[in-house]
């Protein structure tokens, strides 16, 4: 027996009639959240240029904003809500873990990098 697909975005805030028009919704919920990404990247604010972290915060929201669409097309698309609460679990703290560890890399590799460029050889005790 086929489940029928629940036509709602945003954990029912907003409800449509169709699965059309809810895909339409989707889409112009991640193309805004693009919009905004491309706007900031375009712009670069001053006042977001500062560092937190190691990062400068505009880098911060790029990856926040990133990972929320990744999030959304993975949860409405593929059709994660629909799925057992084990397999979310089991899914999603797999992709966190991943993306914090991802994230800590890049993070480490690339100050290692960047400091080799400016001041040259460096070695490093782990």
Same mark, same amino acid.
């Given at each position: 027996? !086929?489940? !029928?697909?629940?036509? @709602?975005?945003? $954990? &029912?805030?907003i409800?449509?009639?169709?699965?059309?028009?809810?895909?339409? &919704?989707?889409?112009?919920?991640?193309?805004? %959240?693009? !919009? =905004? +990404?491309?706007?900031?990247?375009i712009?670069?604010? +001053?006042?977001?240029?500062?560092?937190?972290? &190691? *990062?400068?915060i505009?880098?911060?929201?790029?990856?926040?904003?990133?990972?929320?669409k990744?999030?959304?097309?993975?949860?409405?698309? *593929?059709?994660? $809500?629909? @799925?057992?609460?084990s397999?979310?679990r *089991?899914v %999603?703290?797999? !992709? %966190?873990?991943?993306? =914090?560890?991802?994230?800590?890399?890049?993070?480490? +590799?690339?100050?290692?990098v960047f +400091? %080799?460029?400016?001041?040259?050889?460096?070695? $490093?005790?782990?």
């Amino acid at each position: 027996m !086929a489940h !029928a697909h629940k036509l @709602e975005i945003f $954990r &029912g805030l907003i409800k449509f009639k169709s699965n059309t028009q809810k895909i339409w &919704g989707v889409l112009i919920f991640l193309s805004i %959240v693009t !919009a =905004i +990404e491309v706007v900031l990247g375009i712009y670069k604010p +001053e006042s977001l240029m500062t560092k937190f972290l &190691g *990062m400068k915060i505009l880098n911060w929201i790029f990856i926040i904003l990133t990972i929320v669409k990744a999030y959304y097309i993975t949860w409405d698309f *593929m059709h994660m $809500r629909d @799925e057992l609460s084990s397999l979310k679990r *089991m899914v %999603v703290w797999t !992709a %966190v873990f991943l993306i =914090i560890y991802l994230i800590f890399i890049l993070l480490q +590799e690339g100050g290692y990098v960047f +400091e %080799v460029y400016k001041d040259g050889f460096i070695k $490093r005790d782990f």
